[in-house]
């Protein structure tokens, strides 16, 4: 019985950790996100292989953060930096 009830909350908990995750894969579809409550870590991956040149631009592999903020945060950048490449001009510039 006792087991059943954690179950059950642990469910409810996750609930909206589960909405956060999607919504931010729905925004960022390049990006694989995981979320890890007993780490208390948000992780993205790339679902592709990166370029020389994303990687000399400063796109990275994954992204590890503490909150699904920080995480947009890391995100909005990297897709600045993505943007800045597809349209030929150098980050920052």
């Known amino acids: 019985m006792i087991a059943m009830r954690a179950a059950r909350v642990a469910v409810i908990v ?9 919504t931010l ?3 960022f579809p390049e990006w694989h996100i995981v979320h890890d409550p007993l780490l208390r870590r948000w992780t993205a991956l790339r ?6 040149q994303e990687v ?3 796109i990275r592999r994954m992204l590890i ?6 995480l947009v945060t890391v ?5 600045q930096i993505a943007l800045s490449l597809s349209a030929g001009h150098p980050p920052g510039g």
Do not use: N
């Not at 996750?14 to 999607?22: G, T, Y």
């Not at 995100?75 to 897709?79: D, E, F, G, I």
């Open 65 to 70: 953060r503490a909150s699904p903020e920080r």
């Open 75 to 79: 995100l909005v950048r990297q897709a």
């Open 14 to 22: 996750s609930a909206p950790e589960e909405r956060r995750r999607a």
């Open 25 to 27: 894969e729905q925004t």
């Open 47 to 52: 679902r592709r292989p990166l370029t020389d």
């Open 56 to 58: 000399k631009a400063g």
